[in-house]
């Protein structure tokens, strides 16, 4: 069975604190996509890289960095921990031009930030 | 730019009534439309996609969704909820040409009473 796995369920984390947050596809798949999701947000886009070393800013980069150095990890990195980082993270994936497919989703990292 | 708006962020219905979760979208580029669910403590699932063709797209779980082009809308529904419904929903749409991020809208809560 196909899946994205992130590395922890449950983070707590202190303010100031460098987090690193993992997540791993076993497809072979090109894309791969950090969102965060806040209640009544919906789902936001952090970071998304298309291919090893490759990545792209989304929607909210600011006080995050990502790492792709190996075709099927994507690491997401808050530089410096925050309370309104407080969130739900999702990973995902996809093939290169698969819109036809749509993403595979982790099960999220909730992270809460004290 | 591609933008997606819920219309209702819970939806209360009573077990085997029908149901309707409203999405309309904006985009000055041909679109791909997708409903994913989030049932709780889990990662987004694919529920459903629009490509191209027939305007009428259905689930296996007898959900379904009709693209209206003119309204700039995909309304999710289903005839008669069952308890296991009980999830989000997002709507989401992606470009069918270039970068194929996803937009997620800000989903909407579906809770079933029996």
């Known amino acids: 069975d196909v899946k994205v796995t992130q590395s922890s369920r449950y983070l707590v984390k202190r303010t100031g604190e460098k987090v690193f947050l993992e997540c791993v596809q076993d497809m072979d798949h090109e894309n791969m996509f950090w969102y965060r999701q806040d209640p009544g947000l919906g789902l936001r886009l952090i970071y998304f890289?298309?291919?090893?070393?490759?990545?792209e800013k989304g929607d909210i980069p600011e006080g995050y960095s990502v790492s792709r150095e190996k075709k099927e990890r994507f690491s997401l990195i808050l530089e410096s921990a925050s309370t309104n980082q407080t969130s739900m993270y999702l990973c995902a994936s996809s093939l290169i031009g698969s819109s036809t497919y749509g993403y595979t989703f982790g099960s999220g990292t909730r992270l809460t930030v004290v | 730019a591609q933008s997606v708006t819920q219309l209702d962020s819970q939806v209360p219905v009573f077990e085997e009534a029908p149901v309707e979760l409203r999405c309309n979208y904006s985009?000055?580029?041909?679109?791909?439309l997708f409903w994913y669910v989030q049932y709780p403590n889990q990662g987004l699932q694919l529920l459903l996609k629009y490509l191209s063709g027939s305007t009428l797209v259905k689930s296996i779980n007898g959900f379904e969704a009709e693209f209206n082009k003119s309204q700039t809308s995909f309304h999710l529904r289903k005839p008669s909820v069952h308890i296991s419904d009980t999830a989000e929903y997002f709507c989401a749409v992606s470009k069918t040409q270039g970068a194929q991020k996803l937009v997620f809208g800000q989903g909407t809560r579906l809770t079933i009473n029996p």
């Open positions: 890289s298309y291919d090893v070393k490759m990545k």
């Open positions: 985009s000055s580029v041909s679109v791909y």
